[in-house]
């Protein structure tokens, strides 16, 4: 094993009274894709900034290579007290050249120029993405670095760091990104810290065979219930064998789902009044929404039956949220109709996390200062509550300030699945949680009698939880697709070849088939990728400065061109992938 280019040795950091972690032995290699995996609480933000140099340890010794250049991706980035992205993003004794940042942001599609206050998450998000990566360094430390981006940003950012030629460090909640890239997995657990030299793929398998020798462990020593107690309460094994069978449940689900899609891709079959496992909840009928000259919605139609989970995906600007509050009635349609039943009720947990107020405490937020909290018709105590949420019961007195962001996010979702409702409605929900709560997520979410709306940018969540994906274009089109992100890249894909298909047999009339490719193909074959890259960045910039919702008012001009822009990149983008798939046909002929 060659040598590392930055050591930590016994290291160790007393938090409140006592160690949240000690001996620690941690080596990073020249070309390191290691996945930080642990529960929430576990320290792994502070571990990155340790290991970062931002702060200092109790104990313990960290050496580096002379000339090594750390870079920390932070998970909120702070942006106070600049003017704009750009100013942000040009910062520090090691600022980044211009140039570089601006490409980086071109490609991610974030104006820079943007005020720095008024920044959402997102944005700022991605001014620090762009940073850090015009840095150039050597290791790359990432916290949540998908949080707020969109899934054009987050596919972008994977093909960026499969050519990186320097080390990195991820903690990230998106199975998917870590399953991708991430070669070695470093587990913080309990104080301590294991390492494998397996990507995030081969991690819970791991997990649960380290879970097996504790308890074998467990028993020679004679201390079986305390060992015990700990791996039920997270419940490695149980919740495998459960998630496995709401899996099976889901799949069979998707499969009723396909059997119902009318010809035009929407679910138009006639259900009883009285069948109430398929009562239409919400029924769209021709719905059509446009801001301006922008449509965001054309003749789209959707039946929306109790116990449906439907995913809404696409990019920033796309129309997602419009179409989450056309369906829940928070907003109308320019044409077409909604109808939804006299019983719905349903309740809303956002991306801002309104209620989390730092002053209130747990049980205040739980169970309004009480002891007790009525879940699903039958009473639970606040302690025995917190349990199922994976929390230690004496957090009921804290403060919510004192939480960390995903401790925040597991209570918020305790508190709303406690109250009555047959309408949930999701927006990014997986932002901040750690892979056990977003395990707990998925169990309650399969457990749930009502119907689900979620919008969320994680692939691997949506897998595991609806049984249909909308999938918004930017173009008013919406994809109606029975199963989850999978079933929807694949949708588009079959769609792409057959264009590619239906426009060959022209050129073959023209003139007979050559398998010979020209300089010409060739030279396309090999270039067209790149160009398709370009232009999806292009999309995904453009997309990211319509989200702005006052831009129609203050500048109606530029959101007409910004729009005219898009429609031309997209309808290049369609012509090259149609060339490109011809091209690769041929070359395989």
Do not use: C
Request: charged share 30%; proline share 3%; net charge negative.
């Amino acid at each position: 094993m060659a040598a590392p280019i930055l050591s930590y040795e016994g290291l160790g950091l007393i938090q409140g009274n006592g160690w949240l972690f000690r001996g620690l032995d941690i080596h990073v290699g020249t070309r390191d894709r290691l996945a930080l995996i642990g529960r929430n609480g576990a320290g792994k933000t502070t571990l990155l900034k340790l290991i970062a140099g931002g702060i200092d340890a109790d104990e313990g010794r960290r050496t580096i290579v002379p000339g090594t250049h750390v870079v920390l991706l932070e998970q909120d980035p702070k942006v106070d007290g600049y003017a704009t992205l750009r100013d942000f993003a040009l910062r520090g004794p090691r600022a980044p050249a211009e140039h570089e940042v601006d490409a980086i942001a071109d490609q991610l599609g974030i104006d820079l120029n943007r005020e720095a206050a008024t920044a959402s998450g997102g944005e700022r998000r991605r001014a620090a993405i762009a940073r850090a990566l015009a840095e150039n360094p050597d290791v790359l430390l990432l916290d949540e670095p998908t949080n707020h981006l969109d899934l054009s940003a987050i596919e972008w950012l994977e093909e960026w760091l499969n050519r990186y030629n320097g080390a990195f460090i991820v903690i990230s909640h998106d199975r998917t990104f870590l399953t991708r890239l991430t070669k070695s997995t470093l587990w913080l657990d309990r104080g301590g810290i294991r390492r494998a030299e397996i990507g995030f793929g081969g991690f819970e398998a791991w997990m649960e065979q380290a879970a097996a020798e504790e308890e074998r462990a467990a028993q020679r020593l004679d201390a079986k219930l305390k060992i015990e107690e700990h791996w039920l309460h997270r419940g490695v094994t149980a919740r495998r064998k459960r998630n496995m069978g709401r899996l099976e449940k889901l799949h069979e689900l998707r499969a009723q789902r396909a059997a119902m899609q009318g010809p035009q891709g929407t679910a138009k079959i006639q259900v009883e009044a009285d069948d109430t496992k398929t009562k239409v909840v919400i029924d769209a009928e021709h719905v059509t929404k446009a801001f301006g000259d922008r449509t965001v919605l054309k003749d789209f139609s959707l039946r929306v039956r109790r116990g449906d989970r439907i995913g809404i995906v696409g990019g920033n600007g796309a129309g997602k949220t419009t179409l989450l509050r056309l369906l829940t009635g928070d907003l109308d349609p320019d044409a077409g109709k909604i109808m939804r039943a006299q019983t719905l009720d349903g309740i809303v947990i956002d991306q801002q996390r309104k209620l989390m107020a730092p002053e209130k405490r747990v049980r205040d937020v739980l169970a309004d200062g009480g002891d007790w909290i009525e879940v699903n018709g039958s009473k639970k105590h606040v302690h025995g509550y917190l349990k199922e949420f994976l929390f230690d019961p004496s957090i009921a007195e804290a403060r919510i300030g004192t939480l960390s962001g995903g401790e925040r996010s597991r209570l918020l979702l305790a508190r709303e699945f406690a109250r009555p409702s047959n309408l949930l409605v999701l927006d990014e929900p997986t932002n901040d949680l750690d892979l056990e709560t977003l395990d707990l997520l998925q169990e309650v979410i399969g457990d749930y009698a009502g119907t689900v709306l979620i919008v969320s940018h994680d692939r691997d969540f949506l897998d595991r939880t609806v049984t249909v994906t909308l999938g918004l274009d930017g173009s008013g089109h919406v994809d109606v697709v029975p199963g989850g992100y999978a079933d929807w890249v694949a949708k588009r894909r079959e769609r792409t070849v057959a264009k590619a298909k239906v426009a060959k047999p022209v050129e073959a009339v023209a003139k007979p088939k050559s398998t010979k490719m020209s300089y010409k193909d060739q030279r396309d074959l090999d270039l067209l990728p790149g160009r398709i890259e370009e232009l999806e960045a292009a999309i995904a910039r453009d997309e990211a400065l319509l989200a702005d919702p006052a831009l129609y008012t203050k500048d109606p001009k530029r959101f007409a061109a910004l729009t005219a822009q898009i429609d031309k990149a997209r309808a290049e983008k369609d012509a090259a992938e149609e060339r490109w798939l011809a091209l690769a046909e041929m070359a395989e002929a």
